[in-house]
């Protein structure tokens, strides 16, 4: 593997494990079996380092949502519902591209200035896509605070479920290979009780 590579996959799992402040050049390079050079060389700095391990988790996360569309297209927007919680958690939870969740949480408690491109990129699309299926479901307009409050609760309930210090201190849940399936279906009737309970209100 070749030292940009290596320095890439270092600093995707050094970032995602202690956030991108905790982490040193030293650090990376060492993990990475380079010399500390290599990063300056390579991508200009720490920066530069980081931008380009998150331009790789946008990318796996924007298939992510593109996976959701597509595989929603055509159908009652009850399953694009189903199929969107399915296919969100499975990659976010399962995989070897496991790391990002950890690394976006990271973003989030200590931001950077990088995550406005993620919000661009990735959160609102993600968010106008699971806003326009809410909004089906309600038969409103998808600027209605009710499909706004909708979307923002059914994509919560999938962030409270899945590996954190919040949720594994807790310890009122275990998600896991055999449990996932389960979690998935309990939100989705959850969120469409909740939603038809909106509509009816």
Request: hydrophobic share 45%; proline share 2%; net charge neutral.
């Amino acid at each position: 593997m070749e030292t940009r590579e290596r320095l890439v996959e270092s600093a995707a799992r050094l970032f995602a494990a202690n956030g991108y402040a905790k982490v040193s050049v030293r650090d990376i390079c060492a993990a990475a079996s380079a010399n500390v050079a290599a990063v300056n060389y390579h991508f200009g700095g720490k920066t530069g380092l980081y931008e380009q391990v998150l331009r790789r988790a946008i990318t796996v996360m924007q298939a992510t949502t593109t996976e959701a569309i597509e595989a929603g297209d055509g159908r009652h927007p009850r399953e694009q519902l189903r199929v969107y919680l399915s296919i969100f958690m499975r990659r976010v939870f399962a995989g070897r591209d496991s790391w990002i969740h950890q690394m976006m949480m990271r973003e989030l408690a200590d931001p950077t200035p990088a995550l406005d491109l993620v919000v661009d990129e990735v959160l609102r699309p993600r968010m106008d896509y699971l806003s326009r299926v809410i909004a089906a479901l309600l038969d409103a307009p998808v600027a209605d605070s009710r499909v706004r409050l909708c979307a923002v609760g059914v994509q919560a309930q999938c962030l409270a479920v899945l590996r954190s210090g919040f949720s594994d201190r807790l310890g009122m849940i275990q998600v896991d290979e055999q449990t996932l399936d389960d979690v998935v279906d309990h939100i989705a009737r959850f969120s469409l009780g909740g939603i038809r309970a909106v509509a009816g209100a």
